[in-house]
């Protein structure tokens, strides 16, 4: 078992409760719990460092986190070595979702992508369950998949992350959804293309593949995938968009009296209004996550009830707070570039206004994960008042944002979410919103994205003086990774 965060124990533990023998590895040189892990797998080696090829190759299976990357030189070779050959148990290296598939006997639902995912996970959680059916969701969120299998539920709902699809082979689903694809974890693949192939694996073994028609670049490399290989749901698609629907499939319709998501092209299935959730990215991932469920038959009007119930997440996109006319926005968990444009689009959704008609101040920056900033910098030049930067990669998204022709003025380098958002303070009139939405990952400063939408709101409610009913008590299942 390689890595030893909190999937990487999940399974240590599934293999000592199925008397499976195992050593552990991780590439840190000293972990702050190891003396609990090696009185808790007393049985098992502990191998800290750099990982050794020589030690490596004894193993007839290797167990690897998704926090460690499988395209690292040490896992190519031993790939490499075993690439006309599987060990007595299947594939040469696997991850936590391939053990999960190897004994799961009730319904899986799949859902990846670059943004959305967990909304969605909740939210298809949530109806489930309000229509009855005794559902979990985990995965690369909260839960690890192993640890779902003892709550013995009817119905498992999975968000997977493209590290953990890269080590997944036989996971075999009722639905399955990529909902989008934008550029995240350029340090870790060879471009986008890469990126959204890994991504599409989830479609491999589903009964029912749900597809963003919005998102034309996966919907061809679908139809060449079903084309040139077997797919078992190649005639089983659901279809979902932004646009108004064709017969069949789910979309919006837009009036004078407001948006509204339908199902074919004369079904209404809810006037936008009645949603807590707000901005045309949420109103996809309603009707993602209904498309989802269609298989199986639920009632119509649960749904739909738990659907207007549904609140949403902390850390994304949540309502923290106004203070003298100005709303507070924490988007934490917006850890690449289309996360932040989705964000930036729902709340001010308006193109090329003048400075002094926008209403949007942007806090963003830290660790840019090798990602093109480009497109991010021209909604910003078109719809943000004012920049503040903060973290360890913002020369190159001020850069994208010059070259797309935003003031330099606008344009200010704090260094603390103290700063920020004092500056974003002193800069707000009435009627603005001030949005934390990064487009980076978080550890330049903290320990993941919750920490650091926790420091947001704390600093927010202290200049507010607001007691909050709740923070959170745990980042246990917070990951900065999709």
């Known amino acids: 078992m390689v890595g030893l965060g909190g999937t990487g124990l999940s399974v240590a533990r599934y293999l000592k409760q199925k008397n499976c023998p195992f050593d552990l590895a991780d590439n840190r040189s000293e972990l702050a719990d190891q003396d609990n892990i090696r009185s808790e797998f007393p049985d098992s080696e502990l191998l800290l460092g750099d990982f050794n090829y020589e030690q490596f190759k004894q193993y007839p299976q290797i167990i690897v986190s998704p926090g460690i990357s499988v395209r690292s030189e040490i896992f190519r070779a031993l790939s490499d070595r075993e690439s006309n050959k599987k060990s007595d148990k299947g594939q040469l290296i696997i991850g936590d979702i391939e053990l999960f598939a190897q004994v799961v006997d009730k319904p899986v639902i799949a859902i990846t992508g670059s943004n959305g995912k967990s909304t969605v996970t909740t939210l298809v959680e949530k109806i489930a369950s309000d229509c009855g059916i005794k559902t979990i969701a985990g995965g690369n969120l909260g839960i690890p998949a192993l640890d779902l299998l003892a709550t013995q539920s009817d119905l498992y709902v999975l968000e997977l992350s493209s590290f953990q699809l890269e080590t997944t082979y036989s996971l075999k689903t009722l639905s399955a959804i990529v909902l989008n694809v934008s550029e995240d974890h350029m340090d870790r693949y060879n471009g986008l293309d890469d990126y959204r192939q890994v991504k599409t694996t989830i479609y491999n073994n589903t009964d029912w593949v749900v597809i963003n028609k919005d998102e034309q670049q996966l919907l061809k490399l679908f139809k060449n995938k079903t084309q040139n290989e077997s797919c078992?749901?190649?005639?089983?698609?659901?279809?979902?968009?932004?646009?108004?629907?064709?017969?069949?499939?789910?979309?919006?319709?837009?009036?004078?009296?407001?948006d509204y998501l339908l199902k074919k092209s004369q079904e209404t299935l809810l006037k936008a209004s009645e949603l807590r959730l707000k901005g045309v990215y949420n109103?996809?991932?309603?009707?993602?996550?209904?498309?989802?469920?269609?298989?199986?038959?639920?009632?119509?009007?649960?749904?739909?009830?738990?659907?207007?119930?549904?609140?949403?997440?902390?850390?994304?996109?949540?309502?923290?707070?106004?203070?003298?006319?100005?709303?507070?926005?924490?988007?934490?968990?917006?850890?690449?570039?289309?996360?932040?444009?989705?964000?930036?689009?729902?709340?001010?959704?308006?193109?090329?206004?003048?400075?002094?008609?926008?209403?949007?101040?942007?806090?963003?920056?830290?660790?840019?994960?090798g990602a093109d900033f480009t497109e991010l910098g021209k909604i910003i030049k078109a719809r943000v008042k004012y920049l503040l930067l903060m973290g360890e990669d913002v020369v190159q998204i001020e850069r994208a944002v010059l070259k797309a022709g935003m003031a330099s003025e606008r344009i200010i380098h704090v260094g603390s979410m103290q700063e920020a958002v004092e500056n974003a303070t002193e800069l707000a009139q009435e009627g603005d919103t001030v949005l934390l939405s990064p487009a980076c990952a978080s550890f330049d400063m903290y320990a993941n994205y919750g920490e650091r939408g926790n420091d947001f709101k704390a600093i927010i409610y202290e200049r507010a003086e607001i007691k909050p009913d709740h923070m959170a008590d745990s980042q246990e299942g917070l990951r900065d990774v999709s």
């Not at 609140?311 to 507070?328: K, M, P, S, T, Y």
């Not at 689009?345 to 400075?355: A, V």
């Open 232 to 258: 078992p749901a190649a005639e089983r698609c659901i279809y979902f968009g932004s646009e108004e629907p064709q017969t069949g499939e789910y979309g919006l319709q837009k009036t004078q009296d407001g």
């Open 283 to 369: 109103y996809l991932n309603v009707l993602a996550a209904i498309a989802l469920l269609e298989p199986l038959s639920l009632d119509r009007e649960k749904m739909l009830q738990a659907v207007r119930e549904y609140a949403g997440l902390e850390h994304r996109c949540e309502w923290v707070a106004q203070i003298n006319g100005v709303d507070f926005y924490n988007d934490s968990k917006g850890t690449n570039a289309g996360a932040t444009i989705a964000a930036i689009n729902g709340l001010e959704p308006e193109d090329d206004k003048s400075y002094a008609q926008r209403q949007l101040i942007l806090i963003a920056g830290g660790i840019g994960k």
